[in-house]
């Protein structure tokens, strides 16, 4: 079985800067997508970005990048540049190949301060 | 285009009572699942549907849950009774899931918080 893990339950941050959200997962497969999704407090999950792990470039979306280490298992989405607007959970969810089932990690609860 | 679409946003019920969620997933998507999110904790899959197809019920609590999408659009999940632990964020997702291809975003809706007294 999967499973994800958050260390971080709340991170906060001052607007403008940069932050770092950590997880790791643990699997056996070779075959699998990895995800970020914020839910803000309007309890919609919105996908942020998305790695497959047979790619080894790091995604990047406009802000939002991630530190993909597939040997430490390890999957960190860094924000640049934050913005009130980002305060919100975020998850890290690992999807196997071939699979529909997300393994979600308990979130990580950021706030972007003025 | 519009996203999925649950209702109520919110529902307060006393434990015994029945409760029911609805879910509009997007037009076209054949594939909906229901999750279940505790406080706290990320969403754990209940119900999945191909279609009008429960496909994987494997972790809905059967002895008091129960789901239905007719015609393979909207969907109604339903409990009876509702008991004090049952109180948690309900979200409905869909996805368009279409052969050979290893990945399919799901795209959540707002969820229902339901919350038993």
């Known amino acids: 079985a999967q499973t994800v893990t958050q260390s971080q339950p709340e991170m906060s941050v001052q607007e403008a800067e940069t932050v770092t959200l950590s997880c790791t997962y643990d699997t056996s497969e070779s075959n699998y997508y990895l995800f970020w999704y914020k839910q803000p407090p309007s309890r919609q999950m919105i996908l942020v970005i998305r790695?497959?792990?047979?790619?080894?470039q790091n995604a990047t979306e406009n802000r939002f990048s991630v530190n993909f280490q597939k040997a430490a298992k390890s999957f960190s989405l860094k924000i640049s540049d934050s913005q009130l607007g980002d305060t919100a959970m975020y998850f890290c969810a690992f999807l196997r190949g071939s699979n529909y089932k997300l393994t979600f990690g308990k979130g990580t609860l950021l706030t972007v301060n003025p | 285009e519009a996203g999925v679409v649950q209702s109520p946003r919110y529902k307060i019920i006393e434990k015994k009572q029945p409760v029911a969620f609805w879910c509009n997933p997007i037009s076209g998507h054949n594939t909906l699942y229901w999750y279940l999110q505790n406080l706290g904790q990320g969403p754990e899959l209940l119900i999945r549907y191909e279609n009008e197809e429960a496909v994987d019920d494997s972790q809905l609590p059967k002895d008091r849950f129960s789901a239905e999408r007719l015609k393979g659009v909207d969907s109604t999940l339903k409990i009876q009774p509702a008991e004090l632990g049952d109180s948690a964020v309900y979200l409905c997702?869909?996805?368009?899931?279409?052969?050979?291809?290893?990945?399919?975003?799901?795209?959540f809706g707002p969820g229902t918080r339901l919350t038993v007294l």
């Open positions: 997702a869909s996805s368009l899931m279409t052969s050979g291809s290893s990945y399919n975003e799901q795209f």
């Open positions: 790695q497959e792990a047979y790619k080894q």
